[in-house]
């Protein structure tokens, strides 16, 4: 295809401005999806994705369009929206010469949008902005056009009005693409080169790879090259999706489109890395490419334990279809077998887990999850912990947490709250600016841990719904946490150590042990239950004794009774955990971690 006719772009959005459902009116204009198979957006295939309405992975369709009697090719890359997965968002871009900035014409501008924004523009792209959901009747389209056009330059009138519901406006805007959007550009003769952008793995057909091709071309059957790696790679199949997967003759320059190469995992085929052909290798690669770095840990274990075996296999599978995803095996007192997993986020740690639910049949707990500390002893050794019951005891020098730089876009008169919550998280002012004269942009750096559990359901809550964030990883620093322990009749139960800091290790300990005081059974001695920072206790709680004497209902009953009785509180017992001398049901665990 000569590039003169090819236009790359992505619909980048906050969540919920009505992307995939844009997307999908595109495809249907066009008649790339026929009717009768147009089923709410079409690009999501995941059913966790249709059915929480997110995008998760992204995907590419080439779709025509004739403007003044020529065909163009539009390649349309969606991208997914949420904050975990930004990295796969930028590499989308990276595919692209233009962007689609699309605002909720009832909402306006949120953090995400500029986030997205900023990010495009890093990336040079030529941006397109289009106010959606214009059919609503709360849609103010004058007043965010003007927002638009101060943000990004431009006249408010020149701002494209559409809606992806109805459908008005979706023709121009494809117009305007063809228009606006420059062709790409390449060196057709030059060793190719062409960027992952995205890897999916599919059961029968194995690793799927989208790529954009920058410089030279990619055939069929040829052997290629993964730049990070020099692993070469017979070429199976190359082709385009329109949306099916279409086999094609090659990709040249500016093409986007698929390669299958038989392998079974996607850590072979890695976003963001640079395809070459092995018998004329390109010897500069398209950079930018980063392994993607977990943020969030947590343990995953199976409610019954002779499911470890089925969670072990399932998360070998789950693996190969997620690159971002890292797992080991972890042994829990409190709660046996089971794995420690890294997550990019919360949302990637609830689908993860609802999806080994679902496909696997398994029923999981997993223990309160926390950050990745750096933590460095006297002796100068540095230990990295992703499980708090694995805090060092030796003397500690200093302990270094992740941390982050974050932007809450909310109406002017939460400014005052915001801050107040920001600050009560350790947070530091970074710089605020308006964004209209009712709407600010408020931005801070604060510790990832503070941010990444409620904050958001917080931040939300004391700005009436209105206030958005985004944010983004900004290094580490130096911090005064602990490790603060809680102990049943003396001994530790690994799964509720927690670091938290200082300041709040008082909280989390009078938390703890009067949530395990009301969860767990009398016994027959009493429990002393403790919260301790090392060997320092900061809270303490206990359970009174009571003598269960399960044979004195039947006194003088049969004998066999008393045996059946018997035999049904050995069958309670299996479901008891010992920490100690004290029996604790699983279910009183799983009831504590299980947050309110
Ligand atoms: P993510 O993929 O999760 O980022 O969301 P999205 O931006 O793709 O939003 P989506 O297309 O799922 O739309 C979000 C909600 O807005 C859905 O309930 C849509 O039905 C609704 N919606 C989308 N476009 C329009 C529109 O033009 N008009 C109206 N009234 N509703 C719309």
């Not at 050794?381 to 941390?403: C, D, L």
């Not at 942009?441 to 958001?456: G, K, N, Q, S, T």
């Amino acid at each position: 295809t000569d590039p003169a006719i090819i236009r790359n772009f992505c619909i980048i959005a906050h969540i919920d401005h009505g992307k995939s459902t844009l997307a999908d009116r595109m495809l249907q204009l066009t008649g790339v999806v026929k009717q009768r198979d147009m089923k709410a957006q079409y690009l999501d295939r995941m059913d966790i994705e249709r059915e929480r309405g997110i995008t998760i992975k992204s995907q590419a369709v080439r779709i025509p369009w004739e403007v003044d009697g020529t065909a163009y090719c539009l390649n349309m890359i969606d991208t997914p929206g949420h904050v975990d997965f930004t990295y796969e968002v930028s590499r989308s871009l990276a595919a692209c010469e233009g962007a689609i900035l699309l605002v909720d014409a009832a909402q306006g501008i949120e953090a995400q949008t500029l986030a997205n924004l900023y990010l495009a523009m890093e990336n040079n792209l030529t941006i397109i902005p289009v106010l959606n959901k214009i059919d609503l009747p709360a849609a103010q389209p004058e007043k965010y056009a003007l927002e638009l056009a101060n943000l990004i330059g431009g006249k408010p009138e020149d701002v494209l009005r559409v809606s992806g519901k109805t459908g008005m406006g979706v023709e121009e805007l494809l117009d305007l693409i063809v228009r606006e959007l420059p062709p790409p550009v390449g060196d057709p003769n030059a060793p190719a080169r062409a960027m992952i952008f995205d890897s999916v793995y599919d059961t029968y057909r194995g690793v799927v790879t989208y790529v954009r091709v920058i410089d030279g071309s990619l055939g069929p059957r040829e052997k290629i090259q993964m730049m990070s790696t020099r692993a070469t790679h017979e070429l199976l199949e190359i082709g385009v999706s329109s949306p099916e997967p279409t086999p094609s003759k090659g990709l040249g320059v500016g093409e986007v489109g698929y390669l299958i190469t038989g392998v079974k995992d996607v850590r072979q085929s890695k976003v963001g890395d640079t395809v070459t052909t092995f018998h004329k290798p390109a010897t500069e690669s398209l950079g930018g490419y980063q392994d993607a770095k977990p943020m969030v840990f947590s343990g995953l274990y199976p409610m019954d334990g002779a499911d470890y075996p089925v969670l072990r296999d399932a998360l070998e599978k789950l693996m190969l279809n997620d690159a971002a995803l890292i797992y080991e095996p972890e042994t829990s007192a409190a709660l046996g077998f089971g794995f420690r997993v890294g997550f990019l986020g919360l949302l990637h740690l609830e689908i993860t887990r609802e999806r080994l639910e679902r496909e696997h049949n398994l029923d999981l707990i997993s223990t309160a999850p926390n950050v990745e500390y750096e933590v460095t002893l006297e002796d100068k050794k540095v230990v990295h912990v992703t499980n708090p019951s694995e805090y060092p005891s030796g003397k500690i020098a200093e302990v270094r947490e992740p941390m982050v730089s974050a932007t809450v876009l909310a109406p002017s008169e939460f400014v005052g709250a915001i801050m107040e919550l920001c600050q009560s998280r350790r947070g530091i002012l970074g710089g605020m600016d308006y964004l209209s004269e009712d709407r600010v942009e408020i931005r801070y750096r604060l510790p990832l841990a503070e941010i990444v559990f409620d904050f958001f359901d917080i931040l939300k809550s004391k700005t009436r719904g209105y206030g958005s964030l985004d944010w983004k990883a900004d290094g580490e620093q130096v911090a005064d946490l602990v490790k603060v322990d809680i102990l049943l009749q003396g001994e530790q139960v690994d799964a509720f150590s927690a670091i938290t800091h200082r300041d709040k290790a008082y909280a989390y300990g009078v938390m703890m042990t009067g949530k395990l005081r009301e969860l767990i059974p009398r016994q027959q001695f009493e429990v002393p239950i403790q919260a301790a920072i090392g060997a320092r206790i900061i809270a303490r709680e206990s359970i009174r004794a009571i003598r269960k004497d399960v044979l004195a209902k039947c006194y003088g009953g049969d004998i066999s009774r008393k045996r059946k009785l018997l035999e049904k509180q050995k069958e309670g017992k299996k479901r008891m955990k010992m920490v100690g001398r004290v029996e604790v049901p699983q279910e009183a665990f799983i009831a504590a971690l299980t947050t309110d």
